[in-house]
């Protein structure tokens, strides 16, 4: 497996950490396809990012590049300050990359303990150590403040929508992931279940851990995200600090890849220098 291949990365301000994760110019096209066209992009550590854009803005595409399922056509994968190659998702998952589709990828008929340990059990003596999964599993979700649950045991095809995204996002934090990428954690889940994804996601930031959202609602995009990026025909037309955007701007960046108005939209700052932070 090779992940490192180091090669010169521009150095950011002197004495501030790097990004966690940085893409620089990264392309992705499927024969005449273009679906990301140089895409600059800071993921930093213990913040939550929220990816947001139209149907076949290239969302999917990139975190499915960032997850190693897919290899960009060009560009570069930097990670801490050093550029990598991602070429399988056991590559992504030795960085500390976790990825969370829709499905959550849970076994229905196994329960919370054996779904948080699926293919990284815990042995002793070469049997199953039951005791020491349970209690890890347990500690786990104590530490992420997950409490709805009844019993660690009980199968997982029992527990609402909140409560396997809860499932799933403990599973990553015991596999000590340091980006975990959520795609539309809250589809499909009522008020309370949405409530309770985005405390969680919050409470993975206070644990210095990034987070990067991929979601349709706005609403739950400006409840819990720090920062945002927006993409439009796999471009990416605009990022910054959530403050420098409201629901309107980006409404309209999402739909037509600029501002109608820019002195009124992000007032500075993506990955491409645009002053404006709206490119052309």
């Known amino acids: 497996m090779s992940l490192a291949v180091e090669r010169g990365v521009p150095a950011g301000p002197e004495g501030a950490d790097p990004p966690l994760l940085s893409l620089r110019g990264l392309s992705k096209s499927f024969g005449a396809v273009q679906a990301l066209s140089g895409v600059d992009l800071d993921i930093p550590a213990g913040q939550v990012s929220a990816l947001v ?3 076949g803005a290239g969302k999917s595409v990139m975190i499915k590049t960032i997850a190693g399922i897919w290899s960009p056509t060009s560009g570069e994968i930097v990670w801490d ?5 991602v070429r399988t998702p056991r590559d992504a998952d030795v960085l500390g990359i976790a990825t969370m589709y829709q499905d959550l990828a849970l076994c229905d008929n196994l329960d919370i303990v054996q779904n948080m340990f699926l293919g990284h059990e815990e042995l002793s003596h070469r049997l ?12 786990t979700l104590a530490d992420l403040s997950v409490t709805t649950v009844q019993s660690i045991r009980q199968k997982v095809r029992s527990l609402s929508g909140g409560q396997r995204q809860s499932v799933a996002v403990a599973r990553a934090v015991m596999r000590d ?12 889940l009522g008020v309370s279940q949405t409530a309770q994804v985005l405390q969680l996601i919050r409470r993975l930031g206070k644990r210095g851990i990034a987070v990067l ?39 309209e960046l999402i739909t037509t890849g600029t501002l109608s108005h820019p002195e009124r939209g992000p007032a500075a700052g993506n990955g491409s220098e645009d002053p404006k932070g709206v490119l052309p």
């Open 128 to 139: 199953l150590d039951e005791t020491r999964m349970e209690l890890d599993a347990k500690q």
């Open 213 to 251: 959202i991929i979601s349709h609602n706005l609403n739950d995009v400006f409840a819990v995200a720090d920062r945002l990026a927006v993409l439009h025909l796999g471009h990416l037309v605009s990022s910054g600090p959530i403050s420098d955007y409201d629901t309107q701007s980006t409404v």
């Open 177 to 188: 992931a340091r980006l975990v990428i959520m795609d539309e954690p809250t589809a499909a």
């Open 81 to 85: 300050g050093k550029p990598v190659t």
């Open 53 to 55: 854009g139209d149907n």
